[in-house]
């Protein structure tokens, strides 16, 4: 269990930036829904070592000493042969802020680490022209899941080839049988499904605070942060359109349907969706096309970074496996362990799997998510064949669930969510 007296515990990706941008002397660009936990990391970080700065774009102090030159920010760091960090909490804030930023990395870079924490996405680190590329490690940072939780501080999280290995080490076990665990497990996965992985509201644990913080981040993510990145005008639809997505987890995602509900333009709609997107509230996973028959090409399913906001408990589940999923993708990615990418499976005649990971561009875990169920889904006998994956799991939301059968020479186990979960990032 989290510890509520150590909300700054460390994080997950803490290790991978020491050790890839810290030690490269390059610029850790750390990025990820509003609230997961960015600040504290960076805090942490600049703690551990003992030297260095932080600024907020929130504090209008640190706005004019930047606007004036942003090498006056140095003056509150002891430069010195142990290198200072000097943080800059989200900057995209500031005006100009991304030629400012490379040439204050060109001529300091060398002598002071760098940190930069962002909410909204900054996809223009990635463009053209004068942009960082070559400069910066970029990690996303997600919030708290199963696997986070249950490893202590200092253990790393598991690499793909050691979480394959861990997880059919259980699987020849027959699934874990440590009484202890199991209701540890379940007392974690349970408030990871009642509060969410946003750090505030899972340590809490407390029912009042919890929906007092639910309605103020999506208050907030609308009134402020949209208008921030957006134009948009009719906030109000917006507002409309964040309560009728979490109905709408867990299925085929119909703009159309959504355009009927609330009366506006098809194109007014993908582009609500698409700056949600860039806030962080919601997130798609596209239909896997590659070897698969009659594969659809386009339609996508979105899923929620919060996911307790779904009301119903399988959708919820199926998002909460789902952001797990993405959560070890990025990391892993992230990182340098290779291409990860999430998928789902659908065909046009509705044959469906969940999830699939696909590690440098070849299928290599798909995953079923069942409320309880205990029999496997008809539709491993259509994709198993044409995906050829070694291993195919089947989740169930009881503990202690464990079945194993064999199709076209894949290894399809039914195991709980939590065995799974446990091992990821």
Known sequence: MIDKKRKNRRRYLEGAIVELPFKDHKLALITGPRQSGKTSLAKQLLEQR????????????????????????????????????????????????????????????????????????MNIFRRGGDSLLGRFYHFRLHPFSLGEIMRSDDVAPPTPDEFLEELLNQINGGSSHDPVSSERLQVEVDALLQFGGFPDP????????????????????????????????????VETLCALIPERIGSLFSVRSLQEDLLVSYDSVQR??????????????????????????????????????????????????????????????DVGFGQFELYYLRTKDQQEIDFLIVRDGKPWLPIEVKSGDENF??????????????????????????RESRVAGTRLVIMSVADLLRRLV
Not at 218 to 227: G, K, N, P, S, Y
């Open 202 to 237: 899972l340590i809490a644990r407390d029912k009042r605070r919890f929906q007092i913080w639910q309605r103020s981040r999506r208050a907030v993510l609308i009134r402020e942060d949209l208008r921030d990145l957006s134009l948009v005008q009719d906030l109000s639809n």
């Open 50 to 121: 003992g030297r260095g700065a932080y600024w907020n774009w929130d504090d209008i102090a640190v706005k004019r000493r930047w606007s004036k030159n942003p090498a006056l920010i140095l003056e509150d760091i002891q430069r010195g042969s142990a290198h200072p960090i000097a943080v800059f909490d989200e900057i995209h804030k500031a005006s100009r802020w991304k030629g400012a930023l490379k040439g204050f990395f060109d001529t300091y870079g060398g002598e002071v680490d760098i940190v930069v924490t962002g909410s909204a996405r």
């Open 377 to 402: 889904v008809k539709s491993w006998s259509f994709f198993l064949p044409q995906l050829k994956c070694p291993l195919a799991i089947q989740l169930s939301s009881k503990q202690g669930v464990f």
């Open 272 to 333: 609500w969706l698409l700056w949600l997107e860039e806030l962080y509230y919601i997130y798609q996973i596209k239909p896997y096309q590659r070897r698969i028959k009659r594969s659809l090409k386009k339609e996508g399913k979105r899923y929620l970074w919060d996911w307790s906001e779904i009301p119903h408990v399988g959708a919820r589940l199926e998002n909460m496996v789902g952001s797990h999923l993405l959560k070890a993708c990025d990391y892993w990615t």
